[in-house]
């Protein structure tokens, strides 16, 4: 299986800043890599696809970048409603995986 | 518009078989590219990819789980299911079903998830 490492676990930022999230596959995965917002009792919400392309309705604010096998979800000027956790998820190979997760929280 | 739903019983106990439904619209599964995995997530825990069944009956298993896993299609391709023999209380989650848009990555469609606590 390919393995999604993911950090940090958790981030405190304020209203306004803009935060990176990582992760790291255990192999090459050819830029097959999801990013998803989760908030609480709810599903998943798809943001970027394919490593950085934005999924339509999601704002422009959230961007996916890569190095190598190194993933990366910057959101900018934060909002409140960023407050969630994030997942990454390799759809390179089955089975699929994704990472831990990131929660993030606004001070 | 694409809507997925699951159901499922709520709780079992040890032992049992677990039998979820995925009912969807919006879509065929006999689209030729059309694939619908099912997911799973612990209380606060991340999210684990169980299984997937494709347009044309293909079926792909997580191999951590795949000796307990079964998943099928009915007729008429509105529905997935899925079975879980032998559960114990690692097996409690919210189980989702899910979609990925046409020859795109990603899951861009999600059912709301349904609950499934193994108890005795």
């Known amino acids: 299986d390919i393995q999604m490492t993911q950090s940090p676990a958790s981030l405190s930022a304020s209203l306004g800043e803009t935060v990176t999230i990582e992760c790291l596959a255990s192999e090459d995965i050819y830029s097959n890599l999801a990013w998803y917002q989760q908030k609480p009792g709810k599903s998943p919400q798809l943001l970027i696809y394919d490593a950085s392309s934005l999924q339509d309705g999601v704002p422009s604010r959230f961007s996916g970048s890569e190095s190598g096998t190194q993933y990366s979800l910057e959101i900018n000027s934060l909002q409140s409603e960023d407050a969630a956790t994030y997942f990454c998820?390799?759809?390179?190979?089955?089975?699929?995986?994704f990472g831990a997760g990131t929660k993030l929280e606004l001070k | 518009q694409v809507t997925l739903k699951e159901s499922g019983p709520g709780m079992l106990q040890p032992s049992k078989t677990l039998s979820l439904t995925c009912s969807f619209s919006g879509f065929s599964l006999s689209t030729s590219g059309m694939v619908v995995s099912w997911i799973r997530q612990p209380s606060g825990k991340s999210l684990e990819w169980l299984a997937a069944?494709?347009?044309?009956?293909?079926?792909y298993y997580n191999p951590s789980l795949k000796s307990r896993l079964t998943v099928s299609k009915d007729t008429s391709n509105t529905q997935v299911f899925l079975k879980i023999t032998s559960v114990d209380t690692a097996d409690t989650a919210t189980y989702y079903c899910a979609r990925s848009p046409l020859y795109q990555g990603g899951f861009a469609y999600w059912g709301q998830g349904t609950l499934v606590t193994v108890s005795s």
């Open positions: 069944i494709d347009w044309d009956g293909d079926k």
């Open positions: 998820q390799q759809h390179h190979d089955y089975p699929y995986t």
